[in-house]
């Protein structure tokens, strides 16, 4: 059997503030894949940002383990890069597209490399022209393939994503997620993403597991269902989605969410 990339057996996540100490996630098992297109969906205050910051080694676990290729996590890994939904915050308004994306890699390598991995990420993001253009003149769509192609500049084998395309209007979220798609069919990195959209987490993934639970409520994140995505690739934004499977998965993952709501 191949070595998971990541593995979680009985994790749970205590987070404290001056209220006092809650418990966030509790029991989360789960295994992913080397090179596999990982989804988490889930309402809102069910802990999958937590679960997401775990995995990047941002957020120590209180019980259980966490493993990435077999090493315990204990902090943030190398190799592991997460990009986040708040692109503006994230990007340097002072700084050109090809400086944001270098930023990463300043100091840390020669100059010639540093031009080639970033020449490179640009081109992969179909943002060549604008490398010497500042944010302001971008759009949200267009910041945010900044912020991917700076994760890929440092040729990361995992990809974390947290509500990547969310603040984005329907036209550039289906763009980006194509986009997405085809960085996956050439770096092959291992990528787990987290999601609102049932649509986005079918379209894209591999496997998509539903997080339940009401942390506000006393009710730490769980993870309820594990769904294969036995859809064919390469995907297409038309017939991928019309195909009845697509339907089918969503309608499954659908009901899911429901019964979770209604508990």
Same mark, same amino acid.
């Given at each position: ?11 749970s ?10 418990r ?10 080397p ?7 889930g ?28 090493n ?17 915050? $994230?990007?340097?308004?002072?700084? @050109?597209?090809?400086?944001?994306? !270098?930023?990463? +890699?300043?100091? #840390?390598?020669a ?8 020449e ?7 943002l ?8 302001s ?25 947290d ?11 289906a ?13 092959? $990195?291992?990528?787990?993403?987290? @999601?609102?959209?049932l649509?986005? !987490?079918?379209? +894209?993934s591999? #496997? ?40 089918e ?15």
């Open positions: 059997m191949t070595e998971p990339m990541y593995e979680l057996d009985s994790v996540v205590d987070l404290s503030n001056t209220a006092g100490t809650r966030i996630l509790e029991d989360v098992t789960m295994r992913v894949n090179a596999e297109v990982v989804g988490i969906v309402r809102s205050g069910t802990g999958k940002t937590t679960l997401m910051r775990a995995l990047g080694g941002l957020t120590p676990i209180t019980e259980g383990t966490l493993t990435l290729q077999g315990q996590v204990n902090g943030p890994p190398d190799g592991v890069v997460t990009i986040f939904q708040d692109y503006g915050n $994230a990007l340097l308004p002072w700084r @050109t597209v090809a400086k944001n994306v !270098a930023l990463p +890699l300043e100091g #840390r390598m100059k010639s490399e540093i031009a080639g991995r970033v490179s990420a640009i081109d992969a993001v179909q060549r022209g604008r490398e010497g253009d500042y944010l003149s971008l759009s949200g769509g267009m910041q945010q393939r900044v912020q991917i192609a700076r994760a890929l500049a440092l040729d990361p084998r995992v990809l974390l994503m509500e990547p395309f969310g603040a984005l209007d329907a036209l550039t979220k763009s980006l997620q194509d986009v997405l798609l085809q960085l996956h069919e050439t770096n092959a $990195a291992t990528i787990i993403f987290i @999601t609102h959209d649509e986005e !987490a079918i379209y +894209l591999d #496997r998509t597991y539903v997080i339940a639970g009401n942390v506000s409520k006393g009710e730490p994140g769980h993870l309820s269902m594990d769904v294969d995505v036995d859809l064919e690739r390469p995907r297409n934004q038309i017939t991928t989605r019309e195909h009845p499977r697509f339907l998965l969503r309608h499954r993952l659908s009901g899911a969410i429901e019964l979770v709501k209604g508990a």
